[in-house]
């Protein structure tokens, strides 16, 4: 994927159609981004809070219309979104916990992918462009050549219609999710893989998009963000989506005391090649034996791995040497020293190295490069 491009189903992804002349104004007070700002054609990554700043989801907000926008959620999520959405939509939950009155103005939200079969295919990788561009006609394709970063276009191929994105998370400076109905996704697909064949296009499955994510340091709801440590927005290096001048919106509060108060940050590190695999929970260690926290993420990347820690740091310098132990195999419980008999096993410690936060796009690193 790295070199040509990777074809992946997102079908288990929720798609929400949040619409009405109050849209905006919804969407503004539910997401923690700053809505308002989008034109037509544009898109926008942002959070999902409760009334006590807890991170329900993260979502994609694509704006169609000035009264009607797409919303996709995580599959894990979906049922749970729906309900919240649908809860604050007619009053039936609190918002603000200081104007427990507070009330938003009704919207109209649809479940596109039960009522209509939506669903999202991702084209990610270099060779991408040129594959798609493929299906297109030549206006389509000047559309498509000068789209920016997180902007998208409707249009008509071949009788079918689609909604061309320039977006993804996995980390690739080229690449596309494109939204059909049911009775268009399986042509898509199928086209598609016509189409890229001789680029070298490959159907990919999750845990492709997983090990890349990982290897671009994109958080992943559930495993690194509100995962088994609780960790927030600003600790995940993604406080940039979390708009806190707005003078309002759901859970504003909580997250105003998280940025005030933050003391630990997710990293980004290397194991080099020919070490042991890292686990999700390993102990990270600095080079006195101090544990620092644990690892939420590893992906084996050919001979090397690279993964993500949650650290009691705000900054680590790129280039420190780290520890790494990976949790007691099975039900089998830690032993501290003064337990351990002869013929005991315990873990050793592998080696590691800390990179920059978030790999630079178009960058393909090797074993021992960034």
């Not at 999902?48 to 979502?59: F, M, Q, R």
Request: proline share 4%.
């Amino acid at each position: 994927m790295r070199r040509a491009a990777g074809l992946f189903d997102l079908g288990h992804m929720g798609v929400l159609q949040i619409s009405g002349p109050h849209s905006t104004e919804f969407l503004n007070t539910v997401c923690s981004n700053y809505i308002a700002w989008l034109q037509d054609g544009q898109s926008q990554y942002a959070y999902l809070l409760d009334v006590d700043g807890n991170v329900l989801d993260d979502v994609f907000i694509y704006r169609r219309a000035w009264d009607r926008y797409l919303v996709v959620v995580n599959a894990a999520n979906e049922r749970k979104d729906w309900e919240w959405l649908n809860g604050v939509n007619d009053g039936k939950y609190a918002i603000d916990r200081e104007i427990v009155s507070r009330r938003l103005k009704h919207v109209q939200i649809q479940d596109l992918k039960r009522s209509r079969g939506v669903v999202d295919l991702a084209m990610q990788g270099p060779a991408s462009l040129e594959i798609l561009s493929l299906l297109l006609s030549p206006e389509h394709q000047r559309t498509l050549a000068s789209q920016q970063r997180t902007e998208f276009c409707e249009i008509d191929v071949d009788g079918h219609q689609l909604m061309v994105a320039r977006t993804g998370y996995t980390g690739e400076e080229q690449g596309y999710e494109i939204y059909a109905d049911g009775s268009s996704v399986r042509w898509l697909w199928d086209r598609l893989l016509e189409a890229g064949e001789p680029y070298g296009l490959l159907p990919c499955g999750l845990a492709s998009r997983d090990s890349t994510r990982t290897e671009a340091g994109l958080p992943l709801y559930g495993h690194d963000l509100a995962g088994p440590y609780a960790m927030n927005p600003f600790e995940a290096g993604f406080g940039s989506y979390v708009k806190l001048h707005k003078p309002f919106f759901i859970g504003r509060a909580k997250c105003v005391t998280d940025y005030i108060d933050r003391s630990r940050s997710l990293i980004r590190f290397r194991v080099e090649a020919g070490a042991r695999r890292v686990q999700t929970g390993a102990v990270v260690l600095d080079r006195a034996g101090t544990v620092m926290g644990h690892v939420t993420s590893c992906a084996s990347l050919g001979e090397f791995q690279i993964g993500l820690a949650l650290v009691n740091k705000l900054t680590i310098d790129q280039g420190t040497a780290l520890s790494l132990i990976n949790p007691p195999r099975g039900n089998q419980p830690a032993l501290i020293s003064d337990e351990l008999q002869l013929g005991d096993r315990t873990s050793l410690p592998i080696s590691g190295i800390v990179l920059s936060r978030f790999m630079a796009r178009g960058t393909i690193p090797q074993a021992g490069e960034e």
